[in-house]
């Protein structure tokens, strides 16, 4: 072999070398992170935690049910407010996919997708905490609305756009008019991935911290008042964290661990569901 | 054939569509809005002046400018090599059964919640910093990127975290567009004997521009990053090229000033920054968007011509 092709193989394997550790660079703090999160998490994690207030300063204990309620809330009203926006606006992109219009609404979506999380925040809090002087439960969850609206819009108008044509134009063969060949024919064909895109829109939302510091802010008590603040689980979190008290980083670590495992288990089951409906569409 | 049921259901479902445009516009009006008093006292001063004082009224933006710009830079220089590193690996060397997998793990990394890093941040990554910072030599804390005490918190510990935070999108993003490069390319490369690195590197070439794109759009999420670069960074509003000195970003002052704003002014100022953030982003993440679709769209179009008639044909 001469010099110059042993040198290009060595060049060749270097890459090679340089991408396999690229991606175990990545993994070891994905593994570091779980690791911390699971070690400590699960030391205070107990039943307590679950059903009990949050304890005063200085006194052991005391849990987060106040929060987890006030997360579940919060990330309800945001689904509730983006659910039909996000699934509609996306009808509308696919059915329409070649118009102009379409095309501004999916800019739109995708600028909505990049606009930083505390921004719109910002915003929420200009539209809906100033004018009536108080941050709300219904607050937050518009804020974590705005956020849900593009993912939901986007990947609807990306599942339906699979459904084979020919379906649509059985329908309208028929003589149902496009509104029926939608609702009847294409958006059940693709149902199980729109449902797959709304568990991961709910479960990138439910770790945001950002668009509820001033919108939803937090509650040291339980409510179900969506006109009050309301505490959620990452916003305890973050006010824990940065605390001088060892009790609360413990509690802190245990609100992470929580929060990665809803975020985990709604990944888990959307990949199984995408699977199953890439497996059903191969057919 | 026009039937009127066809032309409200697109009226209908456009509406909805309408309502994403209008959102988008809303923030910005808002914003605007908002920012007024700022906007009118300080003008394009706002945008260089170094001071941050509220208690004297002095509001600039620059240092958060800085510290937003600076941080997201040093974490891409970080992470695009890696990040390409990886959408190479899984995409031209990976077994094929192998690859759902590594694409699974890696994008678990962007499923992990902000302030989930940031915790470990705090309480694991800074620590860590610091002491590398204290080891650090002599000679090298001359330079003025690694002056000033070890901290730990600080620019350092920021990009570290953002990082890792942004490799999940930029690789996901440069394995699309590695798939829209044509396979006879490759092949063709191959078969003229070239080494893996000399075929992939040719396909790189050939996707550069979504390659940028990619690049750009994990810049854009580093941008607006807020919740682990403020419990990291410092949040000091102090202009510094130093690594180790405690800084602060546009995002980040938003998050712990925010409630504490008691004048008008103050205030405006803070929605102005906001402002500012906004419209950074939407340049950053536009610029990402037209190059990723410039590269992605010949194929996807091919895709679309095959399996998917326009629905509009159909009426």
Not at chain 1, 128 to 141: D, E, I, T
Not at chain 2, 207 to 233: D, N, P, Q, S
């Amino acid at each position: 072999m001469t010099t110059r092709a042993r040198r290009r193989k060595l060049v060749s394997s270097l890459f090679v070398g340089f991408c396999g550790a690229s991606v175990l660079l990545a993994l070891v703090p994905l593994a570091f992170i779980l690791f911390f999160v699971v070690t400590q998490g699960v030391q205070s994690l107990s039943v307590d935690f679950f059903t009990h207030m949050p304890a005063p300063v200085g006194e052991a204990g005391g849990g987060m049910a106040n929060a987890i309620v006030g997360s579940l809330i919060l990330v309800g009203l945001g689904a509730l407010f983006a659910v039909p926006i996000g699934i509609l606006s996306g009808i509308y992109m696919s059915e329409y996919a070649g118009t102009r219009f379409a095309s501004i609404v999916r800019f739109a979506a995708d600028t909505l997708n990049g606009v930083p999380s505390i921004v719109v925040g910002v915003f929420v809090y200009g539209v809906a905490v100033l004018p009536f002087k108080q941050f709300s439960a219904l607050a937050g969850g518009l804020a974590l609305g705005i956020m849900m609206i593009p993912i939901i819009a986007r990947t609807t108008e990306e599942l339906l756009l699979l459904v084979p044509g020919t379906m649509r134009e059985g329908a309208l063969a028929l003589g149902a008019t496009h509104a029926r060949a939608v609702f009847t024919v294409v958006v059940p064909a693709a149902l199980p991935g729109i449902i797959t895109g709304l568990v991961l829109a709910v479960a990138r939302i439910a770790g945001e911290t950002a668009p509820l510091l001033f919108t939803s802010l937090n509650n040291r008590f339980f409510t179900t008042n969506l006109t009050q603040p309301m505490s959620s689980l990452t916003v305890q979190v973050y006010t824990y964290a940065s605390s001088p008290y060892q009790d609360w980083h413990r509690q802190a670590w245990a609100g992470a661990l929580v929060l990665v495992f809803i975020v985990l288990a709604c990944s888990l089951v959307a990949r199984v569901a995408t699977r199953k409906l890439v497996t059903l569409s191969s057919h | 054939m026009k039937r009127p049921e066809n032309l409200a259901f697109r009226l209908g479902t456009g509406l909805f569509g309408l309502v994403l445009v209008l959102l988008v516009a809303a923030i910005g009006l808002e914003l605007v809005r908002q920012s007024w008093l700022s906007i009118e006292k300080f003008g394009l001063s706002f945008w260089r002046t170094q001071v941050w004082d509220p208690v004297a009224g002095q509001f600039g933006a620059l240092p958060f400018i800085w510290g937003t710009l600076y941080s997201s830079i040093l974490a891409l220089a970080i992470a695009a090599p890696i990040a390409l590193g990886i959408a190479v690996f899984i995409s031209e060397l990976t077994p094929s059964r192998v690859k759902p997998v590594l694409v699974f793990l890696t994008e678990l990394l962007a499923a992990i919640p902000s302030i989930v890093y940031g915790l470990w941040g705090i309480f694991v990554l800074v620590p860590a910093v610091r002491s590398l910072e204290s080891a650090f030599p002599d000679a090298l804390k001359a330079l003025p990127f690694f002056s000033g005490p070890p901290f730990g918190l600080g620019m350092l510990s920021a990009a570290l975290i953002l990082a890792v935070m942004v490799v999940p999108f930029t690789s996901s993003v440069a394995r699309e567009v590695l798939k829209a490069v044509p396979l006879a390319q490759r092949e063709g490369a191959y078969a003229l004997g070239a080494t893996r690195f000399e075929a992939i590197t040719a396909a790189l070439y050939y996707a550069r521009t979504g390659i940028i794109g990619a690049i750009l759009l994990g810049f854009g999420r580093a941008l607006g990053e807020t919740m682990a670069v403020t419990m990291v960074i410092g949040n000091s509003p102090k202009l510094s090229l130093s690594l180790f000195a405690p800084q602060h970003t546009m995002a980040a002052v938003l998050a712990n000033e925010f409630s504490e704003a008691d004048t008008p002014l103050y205030l405006n100022a803070l929605i102005e920054i906001g402002l500012v953030l906004f419209v950074i982003t939407l340049i950053v993440n536009s610029l990402s968007r037209l190059l990723i679709w410039s590269m992605a769209r010949p194929a996807r179009q091919q895709a679309a011509a095959t399996s998917v008639p326009a629905a509009e044909s159909a009426i």
